[in-house]
């Protein structure tokens, strides 16, 4: 039962983070088209929306290791595994330094640095291509 609970809460953490990158990458890309800088309350709404992707990569990271230990007793799955956590590792680093990037230009009222935002996505995106890559490899 316990096994299904962390598979449960595994996969909602992978649609908040899923949905948090994805509606804030949506929303900036057409402000950028409009070449406008959102209002503050919506830049308020990012940093929510960051901060919500941190909380849940965090969940997936843990209720995955915990199920690894509990089904395999060991991180011995093979390359593809090792290929899985290299992508979720591409996914967390980023989204970690986005979120301290972001308070940090909260709090010095600035926006943030458009090309951190740029290299951090496209690093994430990257890390989510191995990330899912691996785990077909390992789990199917």
Do not use: C, D
């Not at 709090?107 to 951190?116: F, L, R, S």
């Amino acid at each position: 039962m316990i096994i299904f609970i962390l598979k449960f809460i595994h996969l909602i953490s992978l649609f908040f983070a899923g949905g948090g990158a994805i509606g804030s990458a949506v929303i900036q890309s057409i402000y950028k088209k409009e070449g406008k800088v959102p209002e503050p309350h919506l830049a308020k709404g990012f940093r929510i929306l960051a901060f919500l992707s941190l909380l849940a990569v965090i969940t997936m990271w843990v209720t995955g290791l915990i199920m690894l230990i509990s089904i395999y007793g060991s991180f011995n799955l093979g390359w593809t595994f090792h290929m899985k956590l290299l992508g979720a590792s591409l996914i967390l680093i980023p989204v970690a330094y986005v979120n301290f990037h972001l308070q940090q230009a909260s709090k010095k009222q600035i926006p943030p640095n458009p090309k951190v935002i740029k290299y951090t996505t496209s690093a994430s995106r990257i890390g989510l291509i191995l990330a899912i890559a691996g785990a077909v490899g390992t789990f199917i």
